[in-house]
Structures are given as structure tokens and as C-alpha cells.
């Protein structure tokens, strides 16, 4: 487990994600997006099948 600072990013907040956890993940961040939610208090990054459309 890694530990993680939320930066603020305008009206939001973001985190980097580290790159090892996104190749574990299958997600290239040039070729796919993710869904975002949250279940039982835990955010859940889940990698979406289609690729982007460039």
C-alpha cells in the first residue's frame, strides 16, 4: 500500500496514481479511461473496456 496526498486541482481534487499500479490495472492512460465510485466508503478505479476515441 502506498500513502497518498490529494492535491487540489480548481474545484476538485486529484491523487497520482503511481505507474505501477496502472500497468497492474491494464490501464494506459493515452488508450483508456476509467469509472470512479465509490462503494462502502472505499473509491474504486476500474479500467473501461472501450479505448478512447482520439
Known amino acids: ?3 497518498k496526498s490529494l492535491r ?3 474545484g ?3 491523487i497520482i496514481i503511481p ?6 490495472m491494464g490501464i494506459n492512460p493515452v488508450l483508456h ?3 470512479i465510485e465509490v462503494k462502502d466508503k472505499v ?12
Open 33 to 35: 479511461d476509467v469509472d
Open 8 to 10: 487540489p486541482i480548481g
Open 1 to 3: 500500500m502506498v500513502r
Open 12 to 14: 476538485s481534487y486529484g
Open 19 to 24: 505507474k505501477l499500479y496502472l500497468e497492474e
Open 43 to 54: 473509491l474504486m478505479v476500474k479500467k473501461l473496456e472501450k479505448e478512447k476515441d482520439n
